[in-house]
C-alpha cells in the first residue's frame, strides 16, 4: 500500500519514524480448546499484561504524508496476554501469548489542522497477528511463532511539536485480533481485544523529494 501510493505522490513528501511504549487491558474472552476431536469451552478468561516485564509492551512505525491531512503508515504493535491460571481448566497448567500478539498494520491517518504546537491525528488499521504463544498442557510445554488471523485497530493521538522534526505524542488505541495458537495436541483459540496506552515521540524528515536522501538541516 505504501509503495502504491508513493508512485503516484507529489514529488515531494513527508516521512515520519515513531517508537512508543506503554500498557494494555484485554478484556476476558472465552477460549477453545481442540484437541483432536475434543472441544472445551473455557469461559470468562482474564487476562494479565505484565507490560514492563521483558519483553516490555513497545511498538513502532514509519509514516508518509505527501499533501493533505492524509498519511500511509506501517506499524508493529507488540502487545502480550497471560492467562490467569485460575480461570484454566485442570490439564492447562499455563496458557499465554507472552512475546506478543505482534500486530503488524497498515494505517490510513487523519491530522486535524495544528493549534500552536499541538495536533491531533486519528488512525485506523488492518493487517495480521503473528503470535508468539507459550502453553504447557498435560505436562507437555510448547511455544512458537505463527501467521494467523486479520487483526484491526483505531486509536486517536495527542501530539506536542517540540522541534521543528521532533514530537512527542500520547496515544489510545483498540485493537483486536483472534488467533488461533498451537498447543500440544491442538491449539486455542479466542478474541483478544484490547486498549491501550502509549507514549512516545517521533521524528519527522520534512520535505523529501523521492529518490532522495534528506539533507542536513
Known amino acids: 500500500m505504501l509503495l502504491l501510493l508513493i508512485a503516484a ?3 515531494r513528501a513527508d516521512w515520519t519514524l ?7 487491558f484485554t478484556q476476558p474472552a472465552t477460549l477453545t480448546l481442540v484437541r483432536g476431536s475434543a ?4 469461559p470468562d478468561v482474564h487476562f494479565a499484561a505484565k507490560p514492563f516485564v521483558s519483553p516490555p509492551y513497545y511498538g513502532y512505525r514509519v509514516g508518509w504524508r505527501g499533501r493533505g491531512a492524509l498519511s500511509v503508515e506501517a506499524e508493529l504493535i507488540h ?39 499541538a495536533h491531533f491525528d486519528i488512525r485506523a488499521g ?23 488471523s486479520l487483526a484491526l485497530q483505531g486509536g486517536a493521538a495527542l ?19 483472534a488467533p ?8 486455542i483459540s479466542g478474541r483478544y481485544t484490547s486498549q491501550h496506552a502509549a507514549f512516545g515521540v517521533s521524528w519527522t524528515f520534512r520535505n523529501i523529494r523521492r529518490g532522495t536522501l534528506p539533507r542536513r538541516q
Open 180 to 187: 488461533p495458537v498451537s498447543v500440544s495436541g491442538g491449539h
Open 79 to 117: 502487545v502480550k496476554v497471560f492467562a490467569r491460571r485460575a480461570d484454566l481448566p485442570a490439564a492447562v497448567e499455563r496458557f499465554s501469548i507472552s512475546h506478543g500478539l505482534n500486530l503488524v498494520l497498515g494505517n490510513v491517518t487523519w491530522r486535524a489542522r495544528e493549534r500552536g504546537r
Open 159 to 177: 501530539a506536542v511539536r517540540l522541534t521543528d522534526h521532533l514530537d512527542a505524542f500520547g496515544e489510545y488505541k483498540l485493537t483486536t485480533a
Open 126 to 148: 488492518a493487517g495480521v497477528a503473528i503470535p508468539h504463544g507459550e502453553s504447557e498442557i498435560d505436562g507437555v510445554a510448547q511455544e512458537q511463532y505463527e501467521l494467523s
Open 9 to 11: 505522490s507529489p514529488a
Open 18 to 24: 515513531a517508537a512508543y511504549l506503554g500498557s494494555s
Open 39 to 42: 472441544s472445551t469451552r473455557i
